[in-house]
């Protein structure tokens, strides 16, 4: 399977524990491509229509729907979770997600 980053994926993220968010939702590839070349899984960062006022979270809009992008749910995927290609992400909104991905693992 061909996945490369800033892809959006609609992603199959259950079963989930706790407070890990899930269903089947889109999701941001974010591994590099020559890991998404070699490895059966990839690191995504889920999209949510749920808006909260938190810090590690970028407003976005993808497909005409305005959601955020989840960082604080990063997380590696086994590619068989991965359903359906829905398109790719924005280069602006690229750009924000990996400045927020530097500030929050800093």
Known sequence: MVVLKNEVWMTTLEPTL???INKT???IIVSPDVSN????S?????????LKDF????NCTFQNKHGQIVID????VDKIRLVKK???IDDATSKKIYEMIKIYFK
Request: with cysteine; charged share 25%; aromatic share 0%.
């Open 18 to 20: 706790g407070s890990e």
């Open 25 to 27: 939702r889109p999701c």
């Open 37 to 40: 070349k070699h490895k059966k």
């Open 42 to 50: 990839v690191v995504i960062i889920p999209l949510t229509s749920t």
């Open 55 to 58: 810090p590690s979270r970028i």
């Open 73 to 76: 749910q990063i997380r590696t």
């Open 86 to 88: 829905l398109g790719t």
